[in-house]
């Protein structure tokens, strides 16, 4: 027992030894940091440091770290600090379509759009012709008239939005009649009985799971019905012993009984995906053209803009959408209708468009380019490392994403890992957690990089990436 006071002291005087804060923030190599980094992020991160380090003191006893050692983690601690919360990632993934990614990389023409009129005041909403007050919408709406054969449009803040504003303007306190084959879920968030139930109209499901009736329509419309609701099951596809009805027969359906059809068609596609062999999206334009009163759509999936919602339709009832409150609420900020014109323009050409959104681009390119790529980036790694890597060029297969054609596999290729040492989990984490953080995909046990979401030019910085993980962890 005559051991421990002894022992204790010996402990505050060691912890006395720590050196202040003030000779930390003299110290190198956090002193250098001074001009780029705020007074108060170099504090804060002084004091952490010098927290952690009495932390560590108390409970091994250790001798205390010097200066030096201190200053260099309170370095670390602030370039953290100053680095941004939200960045940019490599997506190696292979999934085009990356809801926790951000979705869909916006084409140049769009990033150029965005800086060319937000940096400064723009006509937002001013009509430059007449100089009076004009309507933010009216940039888009020719066009989006002219995409679409719509008379005419509006566009809110996503596809979400979109459905809540159409069935609160149509259908509130009202019945919406839905088939329970298209009460999906997308995305964990979004659930068709909870926007409807928000939207204030009363979800009338028909149908089962598997198979709906024009019939079963039939029965269920009445004097309670506001609009008739028809959802793409993007993510799901059911397969088998299944019927839903066809859209021709709900128009027939909805005109007879002078009701609205709303057709949430998701993915926005506006150029018929099926060029890239990956099985059929709806187009919002044909929606229409078969007589769908008013389609919805996400601008950031297939499109391959910003993310908004797209809402078209006929004449009274876009006005009637304008004129709801709600509307003013979900509207669309300058930044979002800068990249999305920008974006539509493109598709005035449809080529041109393949080629130039970032979504399309990736979805069409050929898989030998994709494996050009990969050699390209196992050449740039270097015979040693990629020695110490386990790296190969393997053949893959990839998807969509983004509740877009579920069942669609896109062959790829792969820079394929499996590190000689160290667990394939910990290089996945090591090439997360990176200043350049590059997401891949584990698969039987390698760490695939899957080139056909990463762009050409983004490959030097990956092989860096690789390069300093392979480093660190030898
Ligand atoms: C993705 C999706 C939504 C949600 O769209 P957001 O733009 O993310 O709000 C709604 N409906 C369908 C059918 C979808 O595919």
């Not at 041109?352 to 399309?360: F, G, K, N, T, Y």
């Amino acid at each position: 027992m005559s051991g421990r006071p002894a022992r204790r002291s010996g402990t505050e005087a060691t912890l006395r030894a720590l050196p202040s804060i003030d000779r930390i923030l003299r110290a190198e190599p956090l002193a250098s940091l001074a001009p780029a980094a705020p007074r108060s992020v170099l504090l804060a991160a002084a004091r952490a440091a010098v927290a952690a380090a009495r932390a560590n003191l108390r409970a091994a006893g250790a001798a205390p770290p010097d200066a030096a050692a201190i200053a260099s983690d309170a370095a670390r601690r602030a370039a953290e600090a100053m680095r941004p919360r939200l960045r940019g990632v490599i997506n190696a993934t292979g999934i085009v379509l990356h809801t926790n990614l951000g979705r869909a990389p916006l084409a140049p023409e769009a990033l150029q759009a965005v800086a060319e009129t937000a940096g400064g005041y723009s006509n937002l909403e001013f009509d430059l012709d007449r100089g009076i007050r004009g309507s933010r919408m009216a940039h888009l709406e020719s066009l989006l008239r002219e995409l679409l054969g719509a008379p005419a449009a509006l566009v809110v803040n996503n596809n979400a939005a979109a459905m809540i504003l159409a069935l609160n303007t149509l259908a509130a306190g009202k019945e919406t009649i839905v088939s329970r084959g298209e009460l999906v879920e997308i995305g964990g968030s979004f659930r068709i009985p909870e926007i409807l139930e928000r939207a204030g109209t009363r979800l009338r499901e028909i149908g089962t799971t598997n198979k709906t009736r024009l019939e079963d329509y039939e029965r269920a419309v009445g004097k309670e019905t506001g609009a008739l609701l028809r959802v793409h099951t993007s993510n799901f596809a059911i397969v088998g012993f299944s019927s839903h009805v066809a859209r021709g027969d709900l128009v027939r359906l909805a005109r007879r009984r002078r009701l609205p059809l709303v057709e949430d068609v998701g993915s926005g596609a506006l150029i018929d995906v099926a060029r890239f062999g990956l099985g059929e999206e709806p187009l919002a334009a044909r929606a229409l053209q078969e007589g769908v009163s008013l389609v919805t759509a996400s601008a950031d999936k297939l499109l391959g803009g910003p993310q908004a919602g797209i809402l078209a339709g006929t004449k009274s009832l876009i006005a009637s959408l304008r004129s709801n409150p709600l509307t003013r609420a979900l509207r669309v900020d300058k930044m979002t209708l800068a990249a999305l014109e920008a974006t539509l323009r493109l598709y005035r050409d449809p080529e041109r468009a393949a080629a130039a959104v970032p979504v399309l681009r990736m979805l069409g390119e050929p898989a030998a380019a994709v494996r050009a790529r990969a050699r390209r980036a196992l050449r740039l790694l270097g015979a040693e490392r990629a020695v110490r890597a386990g790296a190969e060029v393997v053949a893959c297969v990839g998807e969509v994403g983004g509740g877009a054609l579920p069942l669609a596999r896109i062959p790829s290729f792969a820079l394929s890992l499996r590190p000689v040492r160290g667990r394939v989990g910990d290089m996945a984490r090591a090439l997360r957690s990176g200043p350049e953080p590059v997401l891949g995909r584990v698969e039987s046990n390698r760490l695939l990089l899957d080139m056909r979401t990463v762009a050409p030019r983004e490959v030097p910085r990956l092989v860096a990436a690789l390069a300093a993980a392979l480093d660190r962890e030898s």
